[in-house]
């Protein structure tokens, strides 16, 4: 029994043996076959892959290997044709001769070829990308890696002979053709010609030798397009033998217009004026690192940094924007200056600007940008000198806070938003005016010296801040507390006759102190109306009715008042006020123009005179009117009235 247990043992430790020694000889002959796999299969494979890859016809003349048997032989493809895809029309993407390249069977296997040395020889590639973006050299249209580590083509050596390309990108209305070529001697070289936005074009690029190199070193390169529509340069380093995906490079850029540069960079950038920019970049996978960057646009002096990343289908910015010096008309280009020009001359000037604000084309892109400049220019009078802030971007949502707007005397502060997530874009403000002067607001000489402060708070719809503000609700407030008002110009607002021609012959230049002013204003629809509108001098109160109509910016206000002293005659017209925000009109009494009330001719006195005389005599006179204003009018509580328009 023991002998018959010795047995099976036996038997059953020759079975095992028997088995791994077929296992052996199984891999062993699946290692031989790999070594030495035939090339007809390789013709097939090959075949196969681009086929599979590319999705197009492939004709493959003849595939031959350089040994028997090796792991890593030298495979070559004869004549081989790689078809257009179908949404590019008929044609070859490809055609070449010879192309020879070194790879690993087992790298074939694990489905992660990637060739080493490759000789080619006798190539013609037509490279072509339509006006939606997409590109016949990558027909996987996903952009969902985020940024995910690429390895490149991991190239030891490359030469390429009697070689020719072209590149037609109809999106960035660029097209050209020329020779290529790779060799130990000088490098890469690829030099075409053709046009770019409809202008005489030359693209050239250079790049080192590549032979016997370490796939992932550092791979010097030189990049030119020469344009009268733009002058672009790059020198720099990429990550790896022509791994594109990763790299560092300085930058220069000239050309008319900053949508030019765009239309190489394709990051959504305007029309503007000329510019010359420079910067140094890097580039890792979906995202840009900008450093460095200085230039001008227009007369507009610039400096600052971003980064630009791609995550989850977005793009995040985030940058500094420091500018010396910065005119908003350098932010338009010709066209636009000459459509804004033309609406001016059709619509008079404006002072709410029509910057647009729609938000459509910039669904996928949040960050945030922080903004100086030190100095604001314009083409026109402008109270407005400086400006910083920070801007953030929040899926269609955009918020300015930390705003300072520096003026010709004081500043204002405050905070705008557009929220563009359904429906038409939604602009508000809430804005502080502190420390400005009358004078530099309004322009109204010495008529009214005051240190103004102010308050907006609106909110409207529409494609363009003119727009939405057209529709506007909340509040404008400004007000001063202290001060002084020309005399003259207080005895007219207390409609005073005879105070006004007092001043006018004893000291035309005389002041009176001014106790407050107070222009606060109620929007509803883009109509403003006072709520109140006053002014307190030592000698007079005026109080204002009217309103003021945000689209078309007109202004129909009137300012009566009584005097505090006595008065022998009393004035019947009262203030206008008239005209536009950019151009306001203010008639006193019947005396003219406000800052000709001083030196009135002497038909506008007696005019004056005569019809007050009439007045007082009951002479075409509204007398419930009169009544009202003759009467000596109430101080205003200057405090209440100035803290509830500040609220």
């Known amino acids: 029994m023991a002998d018959m247990d010795g047995q099976t043992g036996f038997f059953a430790t020759n079975r095992v043996r028997n088995i791994v020694a077929v296992i052996v000889a199984i891999l062993v002959l699946i290692l031989l076959f790999l070594g030495a796999v035939p090339a007809s299969l390789m013709r097939t494979a090959i075949s196969n892959e681009l086929r599979g890859a590319s999705d197009r016809d492939v004709d493959i003349g003849a595939v031959t290997r350089d040994s028997f048997f090796s792991y890593s032989p030298v495979i070559t493809v004869h004549d081989l044709r790689v078809a257009q895809p179908d949404w590019v029309g008929e044609g070859d993407f490809l055609k070449l001769q010879k192309i020879s390249a070194r790879v690993s069977i087992l790298d074939v296997i694990l489905g992660d070829a990637r060739p080493d040395r490759v000789s080619i020889d006798g190539l013609d590639i037509a490279l072509v990308r339509n006006e939606e973006g997409r590109a016949n050299w990558n027909d996987d249209e996903s952009d969902d890696d985020d940024g995910q580590k690429s390895r490149g083509p991991g190239l030891t050596d490359l030469d390429i002979v009697n070689s020719h390309f072209s590149f037609t990108d109809r999106k960035r209305e660029l097209t050209v053709n ?16 053709g046009t770019f936005l409809k202008t005489k074009a030359r693209l050239a690029f250079t790049g080192g030798a590549i032979t016997g190199i370490d796939p992932e070193a550092d791979y010097p390169f030189e990049m030119s397009l020469q344009s009268p529509a733009l002058k672009l340069t790059a020198k720099g380093k990429m990550q790896g033998v022509l791994n594109t995906d990763r790299f560092t490079a300085t930058l220069s850029a000239q050309a008319p217009t900053l949508k030019n540069l765009d239309q190489v960079i394709e990051a959504g950038l305007f029309g503007t004026q000329p510019i010359d920019l420079r910067a140094n970049v890097r580039h890792k996978d979906k995202d840009w690192f900008i450093r460095k960057l200085s230039g001008s646009i227009g007369r507009s002096k610039l400096s600052g940094q971003a980064d630009v990343l791609k995550r989850e289908g977005r793009t995040k910015i985030d940058a500094k924007i420091d500018a010396a010096a910065l005119d908003f008309d350098d932010l338009a280009d010709d066209a636009g200056l000459a459509k804004a020009a033309a609406l001016t001359r059709r619509i008079g000037p404006r002072v709410i600007p029509n ?293």
Not at 178 to 193: I, W
Not at 620 to 628: H, L, M, W
């Open 178 to 193: 020329g020779p290529v070529s790779v060799n130990s001697e000088d490098g890469l070289r690829a030099e075409a010609s």
């Open 355 to 647: 910057t647009r604000i729609n938000l459509s084309k910039m669904g996928a892109t949040d960050g945030q940008i922080d903004f100086i400049v030190d100095r604001l220019l314009s083409r026109r009078e402008t109270v407005f000198r400086s400006l910083k802030g920070q801007l953030a971007m929040d899926h269609r949502v955009i918020k300015i806070t930390k705003l300072v707007v520096g003026l010709k005397s004081g500043q204002m502060t405050g905070s705008l938003q557009v929220d563009h997530r359904s429906g038409a874009p939604k602009f508000s403000t809430d804005l502080t005016l502190k420390g400005a002067s009358l004078a530099d607001l309004i322009g109204n000489g010495d008529i009214v010296t005051a240190t103004m402060r102010g308050r907006v708070k609106l909110s409207g719809s529409g494609d363009t801040i003119r727009a939405a503000l057209e529709k506007a609700d909340g509040k404008a407030a400004m007000v001063a507390s202290g001060g002084s008002v020309r005399a003259t110009v207080a005895h007219v607002l207390g409609q005073n006759l005879s105070g006004a021609v007092e001043e006018i012959i004893d000291d035309p230049k005389a002041r009176v102190p001014l106790r407050c002013l107070v222009a606060n204003f109620k929007a509803k629809n883009g109509v403003l109306t006072p709520s109140p509108l006053a002014v307190d001098t030592a000698t007079s109160i005026g109080r204002g009715e009217g309103r003021i109509n945000l689209d078309g910016e007109k202004i129909s206000l009137t300012l009566r008042g009584g005097t505090k002293g006595k008065s022998a005659l009393h004035i019947v017209d009262p203030i206008r006020i008239s005209g536009t925000l950019n151009a306001p009109e203010v008639s006193v009494a019947g005396l003219g123009k406000a800052e000709d009330a001083e030196k009135p001719s002497l038909g506008d006195v007696l005019k004056v005179a005569t019809k007050s005389i009439g007045s007082a005599l009951g002479i075409g006179s509204n007398k419930k009117q009169d009544e009202a204003f003759i009467q000596k009018p109430k101080s205003l509580d200057c405090a209440a009235v100035v803290a509830a328009a500040m609220r």
